[in-house]
């Protein structure tokens, strides 16, 4: 059991640094192994932050996030690798994009075996990153091919650039989302959330694209 949270701006402002701290503190009860953070900042470039700990004891690293169009958290709860070294903890590598995730992935020693991959990590969650390299068309496309791999429920939440987009997938596990007036965040749990909060549509992907101070989908959602 890990918790997720992130955010993508509808105007081009950065998220409500307060509204993050407690969505990582709500999150953290979902997580105290390790606590991660991925986010665009000004100048079009994604920034990572990880360690080991919880998010409580790391919330001035929120700061960094405070220009960002679109960021992602993740607070861990290890099942495999070990959240004193660091590699093992979220945000992973998704080519040129960032990833985190919720959940197991019980057959990851299969997957790395049937797709050659090599893994620099002990988690289970990085193969899911690496197989996002793995496969040919859009973001939302591939994330539902990864998914359709693993054995397992999951929530993942991404982040890529150029232009700035935020994946949400969510078979199985909780994920929320809730609108302020200067975007959407999304968490694990609704504690927190702004406005009306809504479940993301179980056994569904898609990807949220902002560009041109205009937040748009990229395509419909995919069903898992």
């Given at each position: 059991?890990?918790?997720?949270?992130?955010?993508?701006?509808?105007?081009?402002?950065?998220?409500?640094i307060?509204?993050?701290?407690?969505l990582?503190?709500?999150t953290?009860t979902?997580?105290?192994?390790?606590?991660?953070?991925?986010w665009?900042?000004?100048?079009?470039?994604?920034?990572t932050?990880?360690?080991?700990?919880?998010a409580?004891?790391?919330?001035?690293?929120?700061?960094r996030?405070?220009?960002?169009?679109?960021?992602?958290?993740?607070?861990?709860?290890?099942t495999?690798?070990s959240?004193?070294?660091?590699?093992?903890?979220?945000?992973?590598?998704?080519?040129?994009?960032?990833?985190?995730?919720?959940?197991?992935?019980?057959?990851?020693?299969e997957?790395?075996?049937?797709?050659g991959?090599?893994p620099?990590?002990?988690?289970?969650?990085?193969?899911?990153?690496?197989?996002?390299?793995?496969?040919?068309?859009?973001?939302a496309?591939?994330?539902?091919?990864?998914?359709?791999?693993?054995?397992?429920?999951?929530?993942l939440?991404?982040?890529?650039?150029?232009?700035?987009?935020?994946?949400?997938?969510?078979?199985?596990?909780?994920?929320?989302?809730?609108?302020?007036?200067?975007?959407?965040?999304?968490?694990s749990?609704?504690?927190?959330l702004?406005?009306?909060?809504?479940?993301?549509?179980?056994?569904?992907?898609?990807?949220?694209?902002?560009t041109?101070?205009?937040?748009?989908?990229?395509?419909?959602p995919?069903?898992?």
């Amino acid at each position: 059991m890990c918790g997720i949270f992130g955010f993508i701006t509808s105007a081009g402002e950065g998220p409500d640094i307060a509204r993050l701290r407690r969505l990582a503190l709500v999150t953290q009860t979902r997580g105290a192994h390790a606590f991660g953070l991925a986010w665009l900042d000004a100048d079009g470039a994604i920034q990572t932050f990880k360690t080991p700990g919880a998010a409580s004891d790391h919330l001035d690293e929120l700061e960094r996030c405070r220009d960002a169009v679109v960021m992602v958290g993740h607070c861990r709860y290890a099942t495999h690798g070990s959240p004193r070294d660091n590699r093992n903890n979220h945000p992973h590598p998704a080519g040129s994009g960032q990833l985190i995730h919720n959940g197991v992935v019980h057959n990851h020693d299969e997957l790395i075996r049937r797709h050659g991959l090599a893994p620099q990590t002990q988690c289970d969650s990085e193969v899911l990153a690496l197989l996002m390299t793995r496969c040919p068309g859009t973001i939302a496309q591939r994330s539902a091919w990864v998914a359709a791999q693993a054995m397992g429920d999951l929530a993942l939440l991404g982040i890529w650039r150029r232009p700035a987009r935020l994946l949400v997938s969510r078979r199985g596990r909780p994920l929320h989302f809730g609108q302020s007036d200067h975007g959407f965040y999304f968490a694990s749990l609704a504690s927190g959330l702004p406005g009306q909060v809504k479940q993301v549509v179980d056994h569904s992907t898609r990807v949220l694209v902002y560009t041109g101070r205009r937040l748009r989908l990229e395509s419909k959602p995919i069903r898992l």
